[in-house]
């Protein structure tokens, strides 16, 4: 065994029998306030990191901003490609948003009145845009044809808006897009969503409940994915002056069509 110290190194015989390395200067009797290592005072850093918006944040705040009584500024928004792809589908939809990526954007309300006319989005491979745009056009008049990645499932949320009394259907088997929206009569406030494959499909319809005439009451059964991305949709839904109730399992969303609006930091 070999034993490693800071001062001249000797071959002893250890209490083993074995031979070695020692330093005899590493025994307690011999070691005097010299011999310590006190590490160097490093100097302290200090200052301001500006740092990159939440990408789900901006979302649900692009959706809430486009439905909003007024025009909002919207300052940390990140630049990725699920969010070019977001903010090239709402301006498909006919929202006026300025600006580029990372912003600041100024985003023009409607109020929560959509441009009408058919409109056709590829959304990619951003099944958060594909949930979210497509409960955004229920609201509006004409015909919305959805697409994107096979794999994200749609059809959970295209079920619960058909029972809300939205004219909504995937148009091939399965469970992924695309998918067709023509908005429709709403004739309910109710529904039963299974939340285990994703709480974006829940989200979605938390963001659309304000924009009903009585609202949306929710509620979760089984194993509830991401809740707290739910969490996240409620606090969204509050910072523009919706009133929103939430337990283990029951979410209720007052309608509000009157959304805040202003300058809003990501």
């Not at 499932?153 to 004219?167: N, T």
């Not at 039963?192 to 929710?218: D, K, N, R």
């Not at 707290?228 to 949709?233: E, R, S, V």
Request: charged share 20%; proline share 6%; with cysteine.
């Amino acid at each position: 065994m070999e034993i490693f110290g800071g001062r001249r190194n000797r071959s002893v015989s250890l209490p083993s029998g074995e031979k070695g390395v020692y330093d005899p200067g590493m025994t307690s009797e011999q070691i005097s306030s010299h011999d310590s290592w006190i590490p160097p005072r490093l100097p302290a850093v200090q200052g301001t990191v500006q740092m990159d918006g939440s990408k789900s944040v901006a979302q649900r705040v692009l959706f809430n901003s486009v439905l909003s009584a007024g025009d909002s500024e919207l300052v940390g928004v990140p630049d990725n490609e699920d969010l070019q792809i977001f903010i090239a589908a709402l301006r498909n939809l006919g929202c006026e948003i300025e600006g580029e990526l990372p912003g600041p954007l100024r985003v023009r309300g409607t109020g929560g009145v959509l441009a009408g006319g058919d409109r056709q989005l590829d959304l990619g491979l951003n099944g958060t845009a594909m949930r979210f745009l497509t409960a955004l056009s229920a609201l509006r008049e004409g015909e919305t044809r959805i697409d994107g990645a096979t794999h994200r499932p749609i059809r959970p949320l295209i079920d619960k808006l058909r029972e809300l009394g939205c004219d909504a259907q995937c148009l091939e088997p399965g469970e992924g897009p695309p998918v067709r929206v023509r908005g429709g009569t709403w004739t309910g406030n109710k529904v039963v969503l299974q939340a285990a494959t994703s709480s974006q499909f829940t989200s979605a319809l938390m963001l659309l409940a304000p924009h009903l005439a009585q609202g949306l009451h929710i509620r979760l059964v089984g194993p509830i994915s991401s809740r707290p991305y739910i969490d996240l949709t409620a606090a969204v839904l509050r910072a523009f002056g919706i009133e929103v109730q939430l337990t283990a399992r029951e979410i209720t969303v007052k309608s509000g069509k009157i959304l805040r609006y202003g300058k809003i930091r990501i």
